[in-house]
């Protein structure tokens, strides 16, 4: 099973950026699609943006089309989100995610917050 470790999130003003790193254990990385999903509190978790296996196509939730990047480096087994102009309803917990035909495998989930 893989295991996935988030960090880079944190404190940061609207406006700002952050980059999430997503570190993934096993000799499998590659195999697999990557995806990052959000929950804010109160409110359902929702898809983000996710990477095919090779990195040829992505895909953004439309609240974050344009500002967010997802990109991903087998080589390092790790999966990133570069967040830009980052808005106040950004602020949630952040998961990677992994798996095959559904996301199987989470990561504990990093802190983002927004201020305003």
Not at 1 to 15: P, R, T, Y
Not at 104 to 109: E, I, L, P, R, S
């Amino acid at each position: 099973q893989v295991q996935l470790v988030e960090s880079g999130g944190g404190l940061v003003q609207a406006g700002g950026s952050l980059r999430l790193s997503c570190a993934a254990s096993g000799r499998t990385f590659s195999s697999y699609r990557m995806g990052w999903f959000r929950q804010a509190p109160g409110k359902e978790r929702e898809f983000v943006a996710s990477i095919t296996q090779s990195g040829a196509r992505t895909s953004y939730a439309d609240s974050v089309k344009g500002r967010f990047s997802i990109s991903r480096d087998n080589a390092k087994n790790t999966v990133y989100l570069q967040m830009n102009i980052l808005k106040p309803e950004d602020t949630a917990v952040y998961y990677c995610a992994t798996g095959g035909s559904s996301y199987t495998n989470w990561g504990q989930g990093i802190q983002v917050t927004v201020s305003s």
